[in-house]
């Protein structure tokens, strides 16, 4: 009977071994971080999971090492298409804020302080300190705006079930207006605020694209083009915002190839994208939103799966073939062609 063992001079890291075999692993900071099943593992032990990450889908897991550029801590951000989560050391929780589904409710409050017609928004802050981590889109506005006569007005929300959210952003008009602005930041705890913000001392207006990135995420890619992280659904090509990886603009994306032929793989080759299907690779030409196209190469073939290609400095793309193994450099060869079919000269070409 075989015995299975290291290989001389080498130790396993730790004594402990994985229930489940990991489809994906990422190194952040010397630790080793195994997705497994429905379990995530740092170092082979397992992360637990918060009320709101639990019950992970037994999927292909895909993801990177980043921090946004407000954020000192480097995280995990990880997707299988379902599942969004994004890990520090051993917390885990959502990649992204969900927005609040519930409308605030607004009346007259105490005191004094504003006269007209006002309206309010809110949404689910992630803050460090003063520093804003990540923020939701907002809530639907309250049903009808509140007159208001000399008094402050009170604002009612929703809590978050999120752990993450550490803060409620309400947002409100000027009198008579459309647009929200930033009135004031209130930490969890309590559900409710009477405001008598002048509407000269408002702030920005509420976000629209704060979106989370969108369930159906087979590959993802580490930042390129100074911060922009890419992910692969379908034919579609999403992208985040630049140096903000909680967010993906719901209208971020490009189209690639047909619908017919979904992308399987994204390479990084001398600091350009490509986009790889299963008959054809694709420059991705553009380094800012608004910018990205995508351009068919002269491929022979494209790649069966995320695994299937890899960019290597100095040589060009390799990908796997349905008959080989390709190298591409701007054209395409099959260079087992050289080396092993040779070797099965009755077999008609490498199965």
């Not at 504003?114 to 992630?126: C, E, P, Q, R």
């Not at 008094?151 to 008009?173: C, F, G, I």
């Not at 022979?300 to 073939?321: D, E, M």
């Not at 080989?324 to 260079?335: A, H, N, V």
């Amino acid at each position: 009977n075989a015995i299975a063992i290291t290989r001389h001079g080498s130790s396993r890291p730790t004594s402990n071994v994985l229930m489940k075999a990991s489809n994906f692993l990422i190194e952040m900071a010397g630790d080793r971080f195994a997705f497994a099943g429905t379990e995530v593992y740092r170092n082979e032990s397992n992360i637990p999971q918060s009320s709101l990450v639990s019950g992970l889908t037994d999927a292909d897991w895909d993801g990177c090492v980043y921090n946004a550029f407000n954020d000192t801590t480097e995280r995990v951000f990880a997707t299988n298409g379902t599942d969004r989560v994004k890990i520090a050391g051993n917390n885990m929780t959502e990649w992204g804020v969900a927005a609040p589904t519930v409308a605030p409710t607004i009346t007259t409050g105490t005191s004094t302080g504003l006269t007209g017609s006002y309206n309010a928004k809110y949404t689910y802050l992630v803050k460090d300190g003063t520093t804003i981590i990540a923020e939701s889109n907002p809530s639907p506005e309250a049903t009808s705006a509140q007159s208001l006569s000399n008094q402050k007005l009170r604002v009612t929300w929703t809590a978050s079930s999120d752990p993450q959210v550490t803060h409620v952003r309400v947002y409100r008009t000027v009198a008579s207006g459309l647009v929200f602005f930033v009135d004031q930041d209130i930490a969890i705890g309590t559900v409710t605020v009477d405001t008598n913000t002048a509407d000269t001392a408002l702030g920005v207006p509420a976000p629209d694209d704060h979106d989370r990135p969108p369930t159906g995420i087979s590959v993802v890619t580490p930042p390129l083009f100074g911060g922009i992280i890419f992910m692969a659904k379908d034919n579609l090509l999403y992208f985040s915002k630049t140096k903000e990886p909680e967010y993906v603009p719901a209208l971020n994306f490009i189209e690639v190839g047909s619908k017919s032929f979904p992308i399987k793989a994204l390479v990084n080759f001398n600091g350009q994208l490509h986009a790889l299907t299963s008959e054809q690779i694709y420059l991705i030409q553009g380094t800012v939103a608004g910018s990205f196209i995508a351009v068919p190469m002269a491929a022979l073939t494209g790649a069966p799966n995320k695994y299937g290609a890899v960019g290597v400095k100095g040589k060009g793309i390799y990908h796997v073939g349905a008959d080989g193994i390709y190298l591409f450099t701007g054209t395409d060869s099959k260079i087992t062609e050289r080396t092993y079919e040779p070797i099965f000269p009755d077999a008609g070409g490498l199965e």
